[in-house]
């Protein structure tokens, strides 16, 4: 079975690796629109447009599923793309529920996109899960930034600057509401306190595609995956040797962050 992965860029990567690992003898794609990355700064309209784009093409390559591996893209334009192609579409969602459910009557942090933060989606979502107005949201909208320039130590201070009008005694959970911050889970430990649990929405979303597509998730420890993933950046097909082993270098830093939560 041929699964599509789409992302504004490479935080998507951490959902194909969640993949690679639970769901060894599927073929996959890879689809990073690096032409109009970071998609959190950009209209509705053009998110919607450039993701039409993407399916367009990932159609034509034969994928029998698309995840948008992007939550940002999922909040604007995974309803739309549900209704314009038969094949299952899974969009990606926060982790808010599973971080309200752990630990007690803690507040939980939320931290996105721009888009991801203001939108409607993740509004409807709180709206249902989230009566008592437990979970604040923070943009952390450069971290696309660091991650998309392999700067991971870099934004360290960034992240410190931002957390600093938050009270973290009061909080039990943060949730990676973007996919390109699961590459800073490193420095969310670091800055934390130890009862704050990191959630974040990859594993879950592999286990959704799975159910969807009656195949049969692969729990502990796994075989490689069968086949390389096919990348491709804007609908070019990644060959050069140099932006391969970049692409690897990405998949290597995501099996280090890989258990950190």
């Known amino acids: 079975m041929k699964i599509a992965f789409f992302d504004s860029g490479l935080g998507g990567l951490g959902v194909l690796h969640a993949a690679m690992k639970r769901l060894p003898k599927e073929e996959f794609l890879f689809y990073a629109d690096e032409d109009h990355v970071p998609y959190g700064t950009k209209s509705n309209e053009d998110i919607l447009r450039f993701v ?34 038969s094949f299952p579409v899974i969009g990606m969602e926060p982790a808010v529920k599973p971080a309200l459910d752990a630990k007690g009557n803690k507040r939980v942090l939320v931290v996105a996109t721009n888009v991801t933060v203001k939108g409607e989606k993740l509004h409807n979502l709180l709206a249902k899960i989230d009566p008592d107005g437990r979970v604040d949201r923070l943009p952390l909208q450069k971290l696309v930034d660091f991650a998309e320039e392999f700067q991971f130590a870099a934004a360290k201070e960034y992240i410190k600057e931002q957390f600093a009008p ?74 050069e040797a140099a932006e391969i082993m970049r692409l690897n270098r990405y998949l290597k830093r995501l099996n280090e962050m890989y258990l950190i939560n």
């Open 52 to 85: 039409d784009d993407a399916f367009a093409f990932l159609a034509g390559q034969g994928a029998d599923a698309v995840v948008v591996a992007c939550n940002t893209a999922t909040s604007v334009a995974v309803k739309a793309m549900r209704e314009k192609y």
């Open 166 to 239: 938050f009270d973290f005694a009061k909080y039990s959970a943060l949730v990676l509401g973007c996919t390109h911050f699961n590459y800073f889970k490193d420095s969310f430990r670091e800055l934390l306190p130890e009862g704050v649990a990191i959630f974040d929405g990859n594993d879950g979303t592999v286990r959704e595609l799975a159910r969807r597509l009656g195949i049969e998730a692969e729990t502990g420890e796994t075989s490689p995956p069968k086949k390389t993933p096919k990348y491709f950046y804007s609908g070019r097909e990644v060959t």
